[in-house]
């Protein structure tokens, strides 16, 4: 495949670097001579000086006959800007890197289809999403990426005398925005119906949005869900972003942070969580403030030596979990060698989230249940007939459930009335003898 990587910098060299290794065709653009000489003598692509957000300069780089053009650079109206054009101008798909969230989630209006751009992502997002998902569930099956983080798939086994356990779903009080995927009992694997009944010791797979998700998850437990105590060491956009994904009556934040001013921010942005002014990596100060108490740490400043320090005397006090973010890649394996849980670069997951669009068709499959004997697909709806009609008058295979659905950056929670559109991306669960069916059924032939 064709790909232009405008932004030659940490980002967007790394991103060219990985993409161009995995048998893509790479032209960077950046307006950094210097640096555009640098990328040109280490890696293989091809390189081009000038200013990304032109129409001679988009034209000149062949954007009417790629695949993929993702804009990294530094600014994100430039980006913005940059990703528009080139959509306009025959880039299949579109990629803005956009740090400001109010870009991201502005409620006025989709910045992402005003500008008609396939995804607006930022490092910092998507390195909180993918600690929010281990710190919320370590065993989450991986849906997280398909909303943004506003989605989540849980496994949950029933307890006996649980408040959703031994009645037909159809008679439960479930929150709209939940489904009940499947039903494991014993070694067979149920994709439910409303008639169909929660028993003990099932385990029981849930998706939905997160709140609503944890409020089913406690009926079905017997015991109250445990408070997990999570303190984070700095207070910039990855650590706001991953504050948002743990607003929960389950999780007590605490967050360290230098900055008076930065405290303050925080404060106000952050009403229900515990705001410490100090040095995380201080071991008098973390002594201090009972760190040893938390089940998880996480270190999210720029600065990779604090990261990594902080975590380990986190570690050392009897921190049960400790995660790290760092900006040098190679500095990962270092980090888990020396007794930090996870360590997790930006850099590294944003290219993994490029190579994963570049993989990407009109089908994908999520996530594997029961061994193979079901699977969790996401769909582009590219079939007429699967569209126009109410969810209820679609044909189904049995043993099928749609559970969800994306449309221009809105997360679907499908009802029986439901009509989806062409270009629609949605979520189903089907047994693996069903699988060519229903892919035939949403998106045509493939």
Known sequence: MRVIVAGAGEIGWY??????ANGHDVTIIDNDEGRIKDVESQLDVRV?????????????????????????????????????????LGSVRTVARVDDVLYRKAPQISYSEHFRIDELVSPEMLTALELASIVRNPGALAVEHFARGDLEMQQV????????VGKPLCELEMPT??????????????????????????????????????????????????VVKVVIMGGGHTTLSLARRLRSHTFRLTII???????????????????????????????EEHIESADVFVSTTSSDEANIMSAIQAKDLGVDKVMVVIHRPDYGNLAEKIGIDKAISPRVVMANEILALLQKGDVCSLAALNDGEAEILQLVVRN?????????DLPLPEGTLVLTG???GALIMPNAE??????????????RQQQKKIVRLVVGSV
Do not use: W
Not at 267 to 285: C, E, K, Q, R
């Open 15 to 20: 991103i060219a670097e990985q993409v161009s």
């Open 48 to 88: 081009l000086y000038g200013t990304a957000a032109s129409v001679s300069m988009l034209i000149k780089a062949g954007v009417e006959q790629v695949d993929l053009l993702i804009a990294v650079t530094r600014h994100d109206e430039t980006n913005i800007v940059c990703a528009s054009l080139a959509g306009a």
């Open 157 to 164: 086994v029933a307890d006996k005398g649980a408040r959703l």
């Open 177 to 226: 925005s939940v489904r009940i995927a499947s039903i494991k009992r014993d070694n067979q694997l149920i994709v439910p119906t409303g008639n169909d009944s929660i028993m003990h010791n099932d385990l029981v797979t849930v998706i939905g949005q997160t709140e609503q998700v944890i409020h089913v998850r406690s009926g079905l437990e017997a015991e109250e869900l445990k």
């Open 257 to 287: 942070e230098r900055d008076q001013q930065r405290c303050q921010f925080l404060a106000s942005y952050l009403p229900s969580a515990t705001i410490l002014h100090g040095d995380g990596t201080n071991l008098a100060f973390l002594r």
């Open 384 to 392: 007429a007939d699967f569209t126009g009609s109410m969810l209820r």
């Open 406 to 408: 994306h449309r221009k």
């Open 418 to 431: 439901t009509c989806f559109e062409a270009g629609d991306v949605i979520l189903v669960i089907c047994k």
